[in-house]
């Protein structure tokens, strides 16, 4: 060796000097020693330095990291005290929260009684148009009483009833999933859609929601076919998961919900006056700033995750109100005040709910107005409300037994579980053959013009949209009292022997004999615009020869004669059976839709987009947050999200600081040593001759080490970015969501914690590793990667699923940073003229390859420090050459930039049919 480690020699080979204080001196040191390094210790005779000095400054920037947390949580400390202040002065002055669900329950009650009840609710509603109304004579004082009472509760600003006709979804292999579904959805009213698994509740709402194509069928929006996806940031739809970021306060989750889809026109005291509200409407006014919390970090109860979860739709002021399972997973106590929630914001804001609902308890069922169920293969068993279910069934023979939780009945009814008091030739499909001829005689009778009845849609539109329209000679059928009560005969055949069917009585009849969705009290033409909303099809009708007897004490029986239901007992119809041209040609028909409705979304986005950007965006529904001011609500609440959890945020700190401890004492003794003197290796044996003659080069494998470390720190850390809150982004990609300001504002957000990492890896990293280049260097060579393995954790969460990115980060660390990395295979045999055909067909990975041009500039930097003279004459290893630094770090850069790209895209463009 040409000189030891601890001395210096002199370039004459004459001097051999221990190394002075302040400075120390590796194996092979020319001239002088280097100098210590600032917080190191050197003492005389010192081969390398003593960096322990370090972590003091770690644990420093530790303190003073809990220092700045300690500030940030004081002014949310201050600024949560004025929150409180302020949601206490709502819950003190709207008096008319406290008892919204207490007043809904007198409601209740009156529905239980529509026929006696109808015309004093319908008498209620009048006197509060009246006293609403601003030229109302007399009783001013109680009017304006009932203006400033409901002024917080306002109506919505515009109003939907959705009729849907014959819809109907078959898979390519001919698999029914809905079978000629018609209903109706109303303004103020809340509706169960209820049925067993496997029978399209969930496909129902996502075919009106423009979520999944239909296959036949009609939507008509306020008596306009149209599609509802139209109408996106009216319409709320509130998953069966509770889907929000599980790190913020119920505060924040409800307020940034607000600020993305309220109209941009209000002011954001107005927006934050709002969420309070909704606060205390819901009840959450304990919780308002506890967070939300998940599996690992205690939170908030189950029950207030379901209002939460509600609650992101409300503040945004939604006309129409999709559920999925809401009561899924509470007690029936809970679940019950669930319900009566959603009754209580339809009857006050007149929005359009649907629910689907799973086993709900006996008290969160009847807080339901209309009910949709829905049979095996995805046909309609009974459609209406609620309180005619338990006569409908009592008439095809399966009467509710007292005491019997009504929703459980008729699912056991739908299952075959109880026996029909009609035929023991029962069979579940007979239901929907049931419905399906009810639904016929009904409409035939409303259209038969010898009873002066026009069968017709109520239009939304008209200047009275609750008023049926009766032809002129309606009011001779209006006067018969005897409606009141009465039975349903059913004449149908079996083997062509008659079987005569007496139903059972069937009271409310009233109810029943018109087309009501809540009750059909009819009024003078005077008051013809206080008529509830009525339905066409869903109520047992009479026969016209029932309405021409008198009324005796024992009313007489009307008749209904399913002369068309002669196949009742025949075998179901079988399931389709497609050739294969018709598997073909329905295959193709559906991926068509399918492209269509995908490409339309990702260029209606694209659109939105740029026009938001660059032009002057004007939506005729609705203005929402723009482009930038959506970018800066998600970069406000990333940051949230990040820096808010100060335990994780020190977390992520010590896997970075971790990972370079390992590495630094894996990479204490490799070095650089020069080739030695001629004299020297003139003397050793023949056997040393060769590596005497070589240089001892260890920094490419120091290179590599520090990729491995910095790709699996970044990947690990990156891929949490976007990974735990996927489902989140669909959830508000759905609402209106842009792409591009959620990606930007979350890798922006990510730019100090990757600044961060890199210091927190490279001060750990030469404690131990002998760095004789400048230290900034090394730190930004380390930056830089670091945010190259941020993006590809980016891309990995886009594309794998949560559980399997641990996994597949750990194989795409040791792909790019070992295989790829130029050391092994030797970057010089890949590049080569005479490589192997494989190499010449996969070159292209080393090219775009990140770690390859990091390892290449921290070689670069390193051996540039190092005395020797073949350094500077002779041609580096592995292709290397001392003018390329710069050119590594544009390569990096560029790279960074192709693997966010990716990401974007992929998160863009992968799971669209989620994102709708």
């Known amino acids: 060796m040409y000189c030891c480690p601890g001395y210096y020699c002199s370039e004459d080979t004459k001097t051999l000097t221990l190394c002075p204080q302040n400075q120390y001196c590796p194996a092979g040191s020319v001239g002088g020693g280097t100098s210590c390094l600032w917080l190191a210790s050197c003492p005389q005779g010192s081969s390398s330095a003593s960096k322990f000095g370090l972590v003091i400054f770690v644990i420093v920037l530790i303190i003073g990291s809990c220092i700045v947390f300690w500030i940030h949580g004081r002014f949310e400390a201050v600024r949560t005290h004025h929150l409180e202040k302020r949601l206490r002065w709502i819950h003190n002055h709207n008096t008319h929260n406290d008892n919204m669900l207490l007043n809904d329950n007198e409601e209740d009650e009156t529905n239980k009684n529509p026929v006696a009840s109808t015309t004093e609710l319908t008498t209620k509603e009048s006197v509060i148009e009246i006293e609403a109304s601003s030229d109302t004579q007399g009783d001013a004082d109680g009017a304006e009483t009932q203006i400033n009472k409901k002024k917080k509760w306002h109506k919505v600003s515009q109003t939907f009833d959705i009729e849907f006709e014959h819809l109907g979804l078959t898979l390519s292999n001919g698999t029914p999933i809905l079978q000629d579904v018609s209903g109706v959805l109303r303004s103020g009213r809340t509706c169960a859609i209820m049925g067993p698994s496997g029978s399209g509740k969930t496909t129902l709402i996502s075919m009106l929601t423009s979520k999944i194509p239909k296959d036949e069928g009609k939507i008509r929006i306020n008596g306009l076919e149209e599609e509802l996806g139209h109408y996106r940031k009216l319409t709320g739809y509130v998953p069966q998961e509770d889907i929000m970021i599980r790190e913020l306060t119920v505060h924040d989750v409800l307020l940034h919900s607000a600020y993305m889809r309220l109209p941009s026109d209000l002011s954001k005291a107005a927006m934050t006056e709002k969420v309070l509200e909704i606060i205390d409407f819901l009840g959450l006014n304990h919780v308002m700033n506890s967070v939300v919390g998940d599996a690992e970090r205690r939170g908030i109860s189950g029950g207030q995750r379901k209002r939460v979860n509600i609650g992101m739709e409300l503040v945004t002021d939604p006309s129409i109100l999709f559920l999925d399972e809401p009561t899924s997973g509470l007690d029936s106590s809970t679940s019950g005040d669930m319900c009566r929630l959603l009754r209580s914001v339809a009857r006050r804001k007149g929005l359009t709910i649907a629910a689907v609902i799973h086993s709900p308890s006996p008290v969160a069922f009847d807080q339901f107005d209309d009910l949709l169920l829905l049979g095996h293969g995805g046909r309609v068993v009974f459609h209406g409300p609620r309180i005619e279910a338990p006569s409908y069934f009592g008439a095809i023979g399966f009467p509710v037994p007292e005491g019997a939780s009504p929703s459980d009945f008729y699912m056991d009814v739908i299952s075959n579980n109880v026996k029909s008091r009609i035929t023991k030739k029962f069979k579940p499909f007979y239901l929907a053959r049931y ?67 007496a139903m059972t009585t069937i009271n409310n009849m009233s109810s029943l004999a018109l087309p009501s969705s809540s009750s059909a009290t009819l009024h003078p033409p005077a008051q013809a615009h206080h008529f509830n909303r009525l339905s066409h099809h869903k109520s047992v009708t009479m026969s016209p020869d029932s309405i021409h007897q008198k009324s005796t004490p024992s009313s007489p029986r009307a008749s209904m004669a399913f002369s068309d239901f002669n196949s009742m007992y025949s075998s179901p119809p079988l399931p389709e059976k497609l050739t294969f041209v018709e598997t073909i040609q329905k295959s193709v028909r559906i991926s068509i839709i399918e492209s269509r409705m995908w490409w339309k979304g990702v260029l209606s986005e694209t659109w939105e987009t740029i026009e938001g950007l660059f032009l002057r965006r004007k939506d005729p529904i609705r203005n929402t947050a723009n482009p930038f001011m959506m970018f800066w609500l998600c970069l406000n609440r990333a940051r949230l999200q990040i820096y808010r959890n100060q335990r994780q945020f020190l977390y992520d700190q010590l896997l970075h600081l971790g990972c370079g401890m390992f590495i630094s004492i894996a990479a204490s003794r490799f070095d650089y040593l020069g080739r030695q003197h001629d004299l020297v290796c003139a003397m050793t044996p023949f056997q040393l001759k060769y590596s005497c003659a070589s240089p001892v080069d260890h920094l490419t494998e120091v290179g590599v080490f520090i990729a491995l470390g910095v790709c699996f720190a970044g990947i690990s850390v990156g891929s949490m970015t976007f990974g735990n809150e996927k489902i989140v982004y669909w959830r508000e990609k759905s609402s209106g969501l842009l792409t591009f300001p959620y990606y930007l504002a979350k890798v922006i957000a990510d730019i100090p914690r990757i600044v961060l990492a890199g210091i927190m890896f490279s001060l750990s990293l030469i404690i131990f590793f002998h760095q004789r280049s400048n230290y900034f260097y090394l730190l930004f060579i380390i930056i830089v990667l670091y945010a190259v393995a941020f993006a590809m954790g980016y891309l990995l969460s886009v594309l794998v699923p949560q559980n399997r990115v641990a996994l597949v980060g750990t194989g795409f660390t040791l792909a790019w940073a070992i295989v790829f990395s130029g050391d092994a295979p030797d970057l010089a045999d890949v590049m080569s003229d005479d490589a192997s055909s494989g190499y010449t067909a996969t070159r292209w990975l080393w090219v775009i390859s990140a770690p390859r041009y990091a390892i290449e500039a921290i070689y670069l930097r390193e051996i540039q420090a190092r005395p020797w003279q073949e350094i500077q004459n002779e041609p580096l290893s592995h292709t290397y050459s001392l003018g390329q630094f ?31």
């Open 886 to 916: 710069w050119w590594c770090f544009t390569a990096m850069t560029a790279i960074m930039f192709g693997w966010h790209v990716l990401a974007f895209f992929c998160l863009k463009l992968k799971n669209r049919n989620k994102q709708k």
């Open 435 to 501: 419905w399906e001829s009810y639904c016929k005689r009904a409409q035939t009778f409303y259209a038969n013009a010898e009873i002066g009845v026009d069968y017709k849609h109520p239009s939304p539109h008209a200047t009275a949209p609750n008023t049926p329209r009766f032809s002129p000679r309606t009011s001779g059928l209006l006067s018969y009292p005897n409606l009141n009560s009465s039975a349903v005969s059913v004449q149908q055949s079996s083997g062509g022997l008659p079987e005569s069917i």
